[in-house]
């Protein structure tokens, strides 16, 4: 036991490169089906998460315009570099609304004002449930959302440059 | 001629490190012995050929030489001269170059100044230095040329990133260096030992000084990479849990478990092969933290050029130093015959809890790092954490630590009573009750993570005093001086981080030229804006007028635009007051005449960076103090205690 005890370390550093070397090794493919894809957003309502922009509800959602709904949280490294693509979107003319997870109002604040604001409506979300409900374990990632409020596409990941043209496609097709 | 010199004397540097290599493994097989003394020199030759390269890489950046491909693509020939100088190491290829000028500039010191170790587990030593240079000089050489020609020259470089011109950038990433690479002595240490069979206190009374010098110039890194993120990105936070950062903080946490572990087998002979495990650990921190940010697999503000074949190369130096290093601990360290007990209650219970403590935070910013991978592998896309999960896990982990940190010193060695020991602890104990009774007073509605530091730093503050207490200070070993003001370094840094947490006051407003905000306890008037011009940028200049009852003074925040390339960056103005700092951010104008300000009052935000540099200059003394008496001690002097 003590003697298999010793090679624990070395069986936590192979197991690290497997998951590292077919991470380097694969093709990235940002964009994977979640189960809700095709279905309506789940219901929710949610208290506005930073001065100047209004809460978000599953019904603000079904304006009959397709529209991007980021989840995003101001501590997110990613989220800072995804922020020019979010604005390249906007001026697009493409609507996009957040969801803040485990976020303070100031702290957002300051990332927006950092970052560029291209937001319409911006959720708080303190406990990650509406994360959840959305299938989503993390930040950020970004879903369209046609205008009956049902759920067309998902990014999971930050947005880089070249993802910007499939998302404008995605937001597209939705109308 | 320059780039080929440097080229060339790079090669002759790899070639010596093989060289290196070859002798050192002819010397350790038993008809080798001769070769023993072939070592040292090999070692010293190297490092002062990657040195004379790496100087070469400095000239050419200081000639803005654009025939040069890593120069044009990062330099400028209208930026100051500190940022040419410094734009050597302020990219890829440049900064590997420095790792492994510092990783052979360490080898070499060894090689010079080491007399304690027995001359195998020296050369053993060596050897493993060696092979770890040879892979990154391949690296450089086959993957990363720093020396590359480019043709047709272009007529103008194109720039350094503008958020790493700044003075920072001159002296931060090589103090970091040197501690990051420095930390490679021991992990050489550790396999040398192995492969001789020789871990026992007199390897650790060797490995320490070295442990120590890293140990110092990582904490200085770390201290001045955590200002400049806070003043630089003007975001007023000083730790951010980016992955960069991340991977400068777990050598850190490694190394200070493993300066602990080796004194208990220094001075018991205790924790065997605990601290060879650690001695390995920390290193290869240092070269998966490496790893991580120049392969570009985790998402970080700190960019670097990214490119995967580079990140498969290093994986690949991983797996076999990394690999081949614990491949060896499990064969050998069963062999290794574990030293003396203990009881719970001694120095050394205190110092495996706080090696336990350490492993676990060390796990937790590991894991929190690595977490968009993990989920990855099973399939769940990139995703991040950040500082929630790092507060909320590793935070009630390093409070516990700092409890520790305070009784431990005052706790003798192999066995002691807990009676004993609340006695020698009711002075700091009376002061933390003191100090949670102030703090519920004057702030009734703290949180709860900075209210236990504040109490803490107070508590701890003067534990971390007490050693000293009924002792001739004149006569107290500069060690024991280095490891309190060490431990009151973490205190005062603790102070200063729960006082940020709890009492800085933030105010985002859009002003009018002519209007005033009340931030904390200054009134500033915002005066109005004008342009202003650098060297190689032009800026937005707002004039703050701040006062609080005395003479008012004036704060000039900038928002530059830099002309190569074309960038934004924010340069707050931040007044430096004894009570706090005053933290000012201009933003762009709404359209309407109204100018974004960001103002922070942060009171006694100043102490973490103090109390981080307390932390190395106990450091310091801590090695003076070893190396003085290791003197002595080579020449028959007194024994050491």
Known sequence: MKRLILWLPLALFLAFLAVVAVRLGGKQDPSIRSQLIGKPMPEFALKAAAPGHPGLSAADLRTGQPRLLNVFGSWCIPCQVEAPQLLALKARGVPIDAVAIRDRPEDVAHFLARHGDPFQRIGDDPQSRVQFALGSSGVPETFVVDGKGIIRHQHVGEIRPENVPALIAAWEAAK | ?641
């Open chain 2, 1 to 641: 001629m320059i780039a080929e010199t440097g080229l060339a004397a790079l090669w002759l540097a790899a070639a010596m490190s093989l060289l290196q290599l070859a002798f050192g493994m002819a010397a350790l097989r038993p008809a080798g012995a001769e070769l023993l003394r072939a070592v040292r020199p090999v070692a010293v030759a190297q490092a002062l050929l990657v040195g004379l390269a790496f100087l070469l890489l400095i000239q050419l950046f200081l000639r803005t030489d654009l025939s040069v491909l890593l120069v044009a693509t990062n330099s400028h020939s209208a930026k100051p001269w500190l940022y040419k100088f410094a734009g050597a190491w302020g990219n890829h290829e440049g900064s590997m170059l420095l790792w492994v000028a510092v990783l052979a500039a360490a080898g070499a010191a060894v090689a010079l100044f080491e007399r304690r170790l027995p001359e195998r587990t020296l050369v053993a030593t060596l050897t493993a230095q060696a092979a770890i240079g040879l892979g990154f000089y391949a690296f450089l050489l086959f993957a990363s040329n720093p020396f590359e020609r480019l043709f047709p020259v272009p007529p103008e470089g194109k720039g350094l990133n503008p958020l790493l011109q700044d003075p920072g950038l001159a002296f931060h990433p090589p103090t970091l260096y040197v501690g990051y690479v420095g930390i490679s002595v021991a992990f050489s240490f550790a396999v040398g030992a192995l492969v001789t069979r020789d871990v026992g206190p007199a390897f650790a009374r060797a490995m320490r000084p070295w442990v120590l010098a890293a140990w110092i110039f990582l904490t200085l890194g770390i201290t001045a990479g955590s200002y400049w993120a806070y003043y630089e990105l003007g975001w007023g936070g000083w730790w951010f849990w980016d992955p960069v950062e991340n991977a400068s903080l777990m050598p850190w946490l490694a190394a200070t478990a493993l300066l602990h572990s080796v004194s208990v087998l220094a001075t018991r002979d205790g924790l065997r092969a605990w601290t060879v495990m650690l001695a390995v650990v920390a290193f290869s921190m240092s070269m998966v933290g490496t790893f991580l940010v120049r392969s570009g697999i985790l998402t970080s503000v700190h960019s670097f050029a990214v490119d995967p074949q580079r990140g498969a190369f290093i994986l690949a130096l991983l797996a076999l130093y990394i690999g081949g290093a614990l491949a060896l601990f499990g064969l050998r360290v069963g062999t290794v015959k574990e030293g003396a007990t203990f009881e719970p209650v001694s120095r050394e219970g205190a110092l495996v809890a706080n090696n336990l403590l350490l492993s676990a935070i060390l796990g937790i910013v590991l894991v929190g790092t690595l977490y968009p991978l993990l989920v990855e592998a099973v399939g769940g896309g990139k995703l991040s954490v950040g500082a929630p999960y790092f507060n909320a896990a590793a935070g009630p982990l390093a409070l516990v630590l700092v409890l520790i940190m305070g009784a431990g010193p005052l706790l003798r060695w192999r066995r002691d009573r807990l009676g004993e020991v609340a006695r020698r602890l009711l002075a700091p104990i009376a002061i933390l009750a003191l100090a949670a009774g102030a703090v519920f007073a004057l702030a009734p509605g703290i949180r709860i993570l900075p209210l236990l530091g504040l109490v803490l730093a107070f508590g701890i503050g003067a534990a971390s005093l007490a050693p000293l207490w009924k002792r001739n200070l004149r006569r107290t070993p500069l060690f024991t001086w280095g490891m309190v003001i060490s431990h009151l370094g973490i205190a005062v840094s603790l102070g200063g981080m729960a006082s940020e947490a709890a009492f800085t006051k933030e105010v985002l407003v859009a002003a009018r030229p002519g209007e005033t905000v009340q931030v904390g306890p200054y009134q500033i008037r915002f005066d109005g804006v004008e342009p202003v011009a650098g060297p190689n940028w032009t800026a937005i200049e707002a004039k703050l007028t701040a006062s609080r009852g005395g003479s008012p003074f004036v704060l000039r925040p900038q928002a530059r635009t830099f002309s190569s390339p074309p960038t934004q960056t924010s340069e707050a103005h931040i007044a430096t007051r004894l009570d706090g700092q005053l933290y000012t951010v201009i933003g762009p104008e709404d359209g309407g005449g109204r100018w974004q300000l960001r103002l922070w009052w942060k009171p006694f935000v100043t102490l973490i960076w103090l109390g981080g540099g307390l932390v190395a200059l106990g450091g310091l003394l801590a090695l003076i103090g070893r190396v003085r008496r290791g003197g002595r001690k080579a020449r028959g002097g007194e024994a050491d205690a």
